[in-house]
């Protein structure tokens, strides 16, 4: 099954586990503007040498490069059968020069998904996590909490407090959130609700890929 994808929703939302859930099931890439911005630096082309001058210096990689970058990744082979993109796009630009790229190879995306998770929700979920030190297992301080016994060795990562949770979120509200007019205007997007077990937000996608 050919299926062309895009993932929406706010940091802490669970795009993660249920992109691990879709490529599986679909047998599809995942393709992250992390992973090709590091490939293409790692490349040593001429592409990657520009995208590595923005980042020695500390600075974003313009728009311009990283839709360079995505279209070359979108025209390798393991994407003639579909794809998911994580990360990307994050603007309306961006959305517009994929809409483009896409256009000219007449494979149009197929769904755009969009896991909804209110804030407040998603502040209890992240500020609450917990770590292992010594196994990497991941706690939840009220969802799955850890046993008596290790209980005070567990650390919280410094980004997962609320007042940087709250500074992500209204950068996605700022930026990202936009997209959803874009993509409701096109007709593909799929809203998801995301509150639930892993399992139930599987299923209830599932259902909006294949009714």
């Not at 099954?1 to 249920?18: D, E, H």
């Not at 879709?22 to 047998?27: E, H, N, Q, S, T």
């Not at 890439?29 to 990657?48: C, F, N, Y």
């Not at 755009?112 to 010594?134: N, Q, Y």
Request: glycine share 10%.
């Amino acid at each position: 099954m050919s299926i062309r994808l895009v993932f929406l929703g706010p940091p802490g939302a669970g795009k993660g586990t249920q992109s691990a859930a879709l490529i599986a099931r679909y047998g599809i890439p995942q393709i992250s503007t992390g992973d090709i911005i590091r490939a293409a630096m790692r490349s040593g082309s001429e592409l990657g040498r520009q995208v590595e001058s923005y980042a020695n210096a500390g600075k974003l990689v313009p728009d311009e490069l990283v839709n360079r970058l995505v279209a070359d990744r979108l025209a390798q082979a393991d994407c003639e059968s579909g794809f998911l993109l994580d990360g990307y796009p994050r603007t309306v630009a961006q959305a517009e020069a994929l809409d483009g790229v896409l256009s000219e190879h007449g494979r149009p995306l197929d769904h755009v998904l969009l896991l909804d998770v209110a804030d407040e929700a998603l502040i209890e979920r992240i500020t609450g996590r917990r770590s292992d030190p010594e196994t990497g297992h991941i706690y939840h301080v009220k969802f799955d909490p850890p046993p008596a016994d290790i209980a005070g060795r567990l650390v919280q990562r410094k980004d997962d407090t609320e007042e940087i949770l709250r500074q992500r979120l209204q950068e996605y509200g700022d930026k990202t959130a936009q997209l959803v007019p874009h993509y409701e205007r096109a007709g593909t997007l799929r809203r998801i609700d995301g509150v639930g077990s892993p399992k139930q937000i599987e299923e209830r996608i599932r259902l909006a890929l294949e009714g």
